[in-house]
């Protein structure tokens, strides 16, 4: 090849020194002088894509898979080892937090299972219906609730098929007297209903609303011996300072230790929505700086003649500090 090129450029050569002048220069074409600056000239440039180049799609999936992956490719190792720290961080903190409201969790069912009892809360309703029949002239005609006896509520999971069919009935009854039952205070009705044992709505109420009140063990007597009603037949009777007199302490500490430990698995929840951002962001800056490398570095290549007329081939490299 290199040998044709020099024959090439020796004929030329020839031509323009054989040639009369006249005869060399035709109007409007390139002298003698021109042409050969031509044949010289290096050849157009052929811009491609550098090595180093890649689609930012690599480096967006990657980031969106593994935060700092993408950065790693990309060449930015700080960047990498912020977002993979970021990540472990993330992870760390969404676990244990986790962990800790689960155990939380734990804790307030077992205290729940020891220390509010249905048998106890359904004793206080028959007594709370008689109350609204006989001293508030009321017409609640659900009949009493059949409290169970023998089971033991701080254990469920020793229940037998027979215990928990004798807990539903009973449940279903009082459910009947608190869809008539009423407050005296305001005449209002009550807005909930006892869930079935053991529903997250269950654990909830039972430390949430005043009707339940009177299920927890310390919740003072509600009967006199001479079997009267005392003020505490009422738990949402009102005290002239706005407080629940006969509402227990164990029913705030309760009702604190439920709500702490509810605030600690949204507060995971809200983490883990923070590790889908990290890996959606990790992604997009992987992509824009990959394409923004594309756009600021380039190689060139084509061919040039030496003075000897050889072809050579010439590779440049364009590199763009500024958009």
């Known amino acids: 090849m290199d040998m044709v090129f020099r024959g090439f450029a020796l004929i030329l050569s020839l031509m323009l020194v054989v040639l009369p002048a006249e005869a060399r220069q035709v109007p409007g074409e390139p002298g003698p002088a021109e042409l050969r600056a031509l044949i010289l000239a290096p050849a157009p440039m052929t811009t491609t894509a550098s090595a180093a180049s890649r689609s930012p799609g690599i480096p967006f999936l990657a980031s969106a898979v593994l935060p700092g992956a993408g950065q790693w490719i990309n060449g930015h190792r700080v960047k990498a080892l912020v977002a993979v720290s970021l990540e472990a961080a993330i992870i760390t903190g969404y676990v244990v937090t986790r962990q800790n409201g689960l155990r939380a969790e734990d804790d307030f069912r077992a205290f729940a299972h020891d220390q509010w009892n249905p048998a106890r809360y359904a004793s206080w ?12 002239s009321a017409s609640i005609t659900a009949p009493p609730v059949q409290v169970v006896q023998g089971v033991d509520f701080s254990r469920p999971s020793a229940w037998s098929a027979t215990d928990r069919a004798a807990v539903q009935q009973m449940f ?64 949402e009777l009102t005290a002239a300072d706005g407080s629940k007199p006969n509402v227990s302490d164990t029913f705030f500490a309760y009702a604190r230790d439920h709500a702490d430990a509810q605030d600690l698995l949204r507060t995971a929840s809200r983490i883990s929505l923070l590790l889908v951002f990290n890996h959606i962001i990790a992604g997009i800056d992987a992509a824009v700086s990959a394409k923004l490398k594309n756009d600021r570095v380039s190689t060139q290549m084509g061919l040039a003649f030496d003075p000897q007329g050889s072809p050579q081939p010439v590779i440049g490299v364009r590199m763009r500090l500024f958009r």
């Open 172 to 235: 279903n009854q009082i459910t009947a007297i608190e869809r008539q039952a009423f407050h005296p205070e305001t005449g209002a009705v009550f807005s909930h209903q006892l869930p079935d044992f053991g529903d997250q709505q269950y654990y909830e109420l039972i430390g949430k609303y005043f009707q339940f009140a009177p299920g927890w063990e310390d919740y003072p007597a509600w009967r006199g011996s001479d079997d009267s009603y005392l003020p505490a037949i009422d738990p």
């Open 125 to 136: 309703l028959n007594d709370y219906r008689a109350y609204l029949n006989d001293e508030l």
